[in-house]
């Protein structure tokens, strides 16, 4: 016998006080998972009837319009298609394309270990979208278990949800200033033409 036997109630009592710890440490999980913002129900997977009928009438418009007028609609389209999910993180991904187009031509540009700096700057910023929105939770999910052993608790909890295809973009995103830094690739002038470069929905292999 490891100890004196517990009487029922004292069993009872136990039982009850496990439960409500497993209980708490449930909510207090449930708390901390990343939701899924209001109005994010929406999707668009290439499997989905919202899909098949997406894709067929963004090609019957593309084939109407005059050649000026398709990059623009597979842009809005592109738009369309990635706003699906959440169309707030489209944000994100605008930021993005925002960066990598000026430090092309800032790079192209450029002379000496300016060249580099632009780049590592170009970089730094897309690491750093990619690691604050894929490994966020999980980064802060340690400083509470770490604050922990001090008795300390974070003020507010982190419930960060990845965009859908942020990794895709953002190494496609380096690899165009990478190249422009080596000389293999021209800085891209045309603002719209780098944005549906990097937008052009069907890369998007998962779907929103």
Request: aromatic letters at 18%; a positive charge.
């Amino acid at each position: 016998m490891c100890g004196p036997e517990l009487s029922a109630g004292e069993r009872r009592g136990w039982t009850a006080a496990h439960a409500d710890g497993i209980v708490s440490r449930c909510r207090r999980q449930h708390r901390c998972a990343p939701r899924r913002p209001p109005g994010s129900t929406r999707s668009m997977l290439f499997n989905s009837f919202s899909f098949a009928v997406f894709f067929p009438v963004v090609t019957v418009l593309y084939f109407a319009l005059p050649y000026r007028w398709r990059n623009a609609l597979l842009l809005v389209a592109s738009c369309i298609f990635y706003c699906a999910a959440i169309p707030a993180y489209l944000l994100i991904l605008w930021f993005t394309i925002v960066v990598d187009y000026f430090a092309g031509l800032l790079i192209e540009s450029a002379t000496g270990p300016q060249r580099k700096r632009f780049l590592l700057l170009s970089i730094c910023a897309n690491v750093g979208v990619l690691v604050v929105f894929k490994y966020g939770n999980f980064i802060w999910g340690n400083v509470a278990w770490l604050g922990s052993f001090v008795h300390w608790q974070p003020p507010f909890h982190v419930a960060i949800m990845m965009p859908i295809g942020l990794s895709f973009h953002t190494f496609q995103a380096m690899s165009y200033t990478i190249e422009v830094y080596r000389g293999r690739q021209a800085a891209e002038r045309h603002f719209w033409t780098y944005a549906l470069y990097v937008m052009f929905y069907p890369q998007l292999v998962a779907g929103p």
